[in-house]
T-cell receptor
Framework: SQTIHQWPATLVQPVGSPLSLECTVEGTSNPNLYWYRQAAGRGLQLLFYSVGIGQISSEVPQNLSASRPQDRQFILSSKKLLLSDSGFYLC???????????FGPGTRLTVL | DAKTTQPPSMDCAEGRAANLPCNHSTISGNEYVYWYRQIHSQGPQYIIH???NNETNEMASLIITEDRKSSTLILPHATLRDTAVYYC??????????????FGQGTTLQVKP
């Protein structure tokens, strides 16, 4: 069966510090991968998606970047965090564009 | 892009059916209606999806009107564990190669004992 992992589960970082969140998927190959952010009291916002290794599409201009160094690994990064980067970050995968997405447990990031 | 409109909140008594409405009046012919839910502090969970016909699975039923401008998610026997935010999503035509989902604000369903 397929599983999706995210770490860390929670993170508190100072403004201006770097960020690296990792997402890995097991039990499938060549998945579509997605990064979402949910700010406090708001809906999910799609940040990035990837249909293959090294293929990243950005949905909104922002302070973050994403990379896919391996087929089942998706990384969200920032060189300098802003207060507005605080939120609940969710990674998701789907076997293709037409099936449902499966979400990870999320990382709760607080920037102070 | 087809957008969805949902009531911000609803209550339901435990054991009763929960009927969650969604309007998607600008939906186009090849767009599917998806439902997800998000229990507090967890990632969203897929529930069901459909195009034209009504659909049923072990979690819920999806009723889509004939003109496809609205739909209703039905949880036949709501339990306290069904308390969550329910999102109705219409898949964008341009997402044919990416599977992107655009989440709105959803409906917060509170199941009460």
């Amino acid at each position: 069966s397929q599983t999706i992992h995210q770490w860390p589960a929670t993170l508190v970082q100072p403004v201006g510090s770097p960020l690296s969140l990792e997402c890995t998927v097991e039990g499938t190959s060549n998945p579509n991968l997605y990064w979402y952010r949910q700010a406090a009291g708001r809906g999910l916002q799609l940040l990035f998606y990837s249909v293959g290794i090294g293929q990243i599409s950005s949905e909104v201009p922002q302070n973050l970047s994403a990379s896919r160094p391996q087929d089942r690994q998706f990384i969200l990064s920032s060189k300098k965090l802003l207060l507005s980067d605080s939120g609940f970050y969710l990674c998701a995968w789907s076997p293709d564009a037409w099936n449902e997405q499966f979400f990870g447990p999320g990382t709760r990031l607080t920037v102070l | 892009d087809a957008k969805t409109t949902q009531p911000p909140s609803m209550d339901c008594a435990e054991g009763r059916a929960a009927n969650l409405p969604c309007n998607h009046s600008t939906i186009s012919g090849n767009e599917y209606v998806y439902w997800y839910r998000q229990i507090h502090s967890q990632g969203p969970q897929y529930i069901i999806h459909g195009l034209k016909n009504n659909e049923t699975n072990e979690m819920a039923s999806l009723i889509i009107t004939e003109d496809r401008k609205s739909s209703t998610l039905i949880l036949p026997h709501a339990t306290l564990r069904d308390t969550a935010v329910y999102y109705c999503i219409v898949r964008l035509p341009s997402s044919s190669n990416t599977g992107k989902l655009i989440f709105g604000q959803g409906t917060t369903l509170q199941v009460k004992p």
